[in-house]
């Protein structure tokens, strides 16, 4: 698996485990050291890729019909 699909299948458990709850502090802390290391072995293109995807996730507003707690 190279660095940048590291990086995003990472993001990705972290969205995940914040969203649901399902992860503790030391949990999240250590997916957090897993995506530096993918970031600091990612190229400049590969990190402004990540950069993108991360402000478009970012912008997808929550349905009103999902009660977000």
Do not use: C, F, H, K
């Not at 990705?12 to 969203?19: E, K, Q, V, Y």
């Amino acid at each position: 698996m190279s660095p940048d699909q590291r990086y995003a299948l990472l993001q990705t458990l972290l969205l995940r485990s914040r969203a649901l709850g399902t992860a503790n502090e030391t949990q999240l802390d250590a997916l957090l050291d897993e995506m530096d290391a993918a970031w600091d072995a990612m190229s400049v293109a590969q990190r402004q890729a990540a950069d993108a995807r991360a402000a478009a996730l970012a912008r997808i507003p929550a349905p009103d019909d999902v009660p977000l707690t």
